[in-house]
C-alpha cells in the first residue's frame, strides 16, 4: 500500500508540464488570501516511510492547550485542574488503602484507634491545614463532576454557560470546603 509525502509546494501556474509519477493535490489554506490556492506535489512513498513522516511531525505538534498560544480561559483552567485533583485524591485514596493493608504485617501501628489517636494530639492549625487539604480537592472535584453530568445530558453547554458554571462551581467548591473544614 503506498501513501503520498509532501516533497514541495509551488503555486499553480496553470499548464505547466507536470513529471509523470507524480501526484499534485490542491490546498486551500485560511492562511493565504481569500480564493488563492496553492499546488502540493505528492511522491508516492512506502507505507513504512509514510509513518516515520507522520510521526516526526506528530512530535513538532503542540499540546493541547498550548499554553504560549491560547491565553488562560474558565473553559480549560478548572478542567485542568479538575484532573490533577482528581489524580491526586485516587493516589492518595491508594496510598492510604496500601498502607492501611499493609501496615499491620510490617509491623506499623495504622489501624483505625492510632489514626484517631494520631490526629486528636495534632496542634489546631495541622487539624485545619490537613481538613483544608482534603476538602478543598475533594469539594472541587465533586462540583465540576455535577457540572460534566449537566453536560452528559446536553445542559449548559453554550460558551457562556460553559463560562458560567465554571466560575459557579468554584463558588460552590469554595463554599463547600468552609463547610466541612468547620465541621
Keep these: 500500500m503506498q ?5 514541495g509546494l509551488g503555486l499553480r501556474l496553470g499548464t505547466r508540464a507536470r513529471p509523470s509519477g507524480l501526484i499534485f493535490g490542491s490546498v486551500q489554506s485560511p492562511f493565504l488570501a481569500k480564493g488563492s490556492i ?3 506535489l505528492l511522491k508516492p512513498t512506502p507505507a513504512s516511510a509514510a509513518t516515520k513522516v507522520l510521526n516526526s511531525q506528530r512530535l513538532k505538534r503542540p499540546s493541547s492547550p498550548h499554553f504560549t498560544i491560547y491565553k488562560p480561559q474558565m473553559t480549560w483552567i478548572p478542567h485542568i485542574t479538575n484532573r490533577i485533583f482528581g489524580g491526586a485524591l485516587s493516589g492518595l485514596l491508594y496510598v492510604f488503602s496500601i498502607a492501611y493493608l ?3 504485617s510490617v ?7 492510632s489514626i484517631v489517636e494520631l490526629v486528636h494530639s495534632l496542634p489546631e492549625w495541622a487539624k485545619l491545614s ?3 487539604l482534603l476538602a478543598a480537592p ?18 449548559l453547554t453554550s460558551v ?9 462551581a468554584i463558588a460552590a ?11
Design 38 to 40: 496553492r499546488t502540493v
Design 130 to 132: 490537613g481538613k483544608t
Design 138 to 155: 475533594f469539594a472541587f472535584h465533586f462540583w465540576m463532576g455535577v457540572r460534566h453530568l449537566a453536560w452528559d445530558v446536553i445542559k
Design 102 to 104: 499493609a501496615g499491620p
Design 107 to 113: 509491623g506499623l501501628p495504622f489501624d483505625g484507634a
Design 3 to 7: 501513501s503520498s509525502k509532501v516533497v
Design 173 to 183: 467548591a469554595a463554599v463547600s470546603t468552609a463547610y466541612l473544614v468547620s465541621m
Design 160 to 168: 457562556k454557560q460553559v463560562t458560567r458554571t465554571g466560575y459557579v
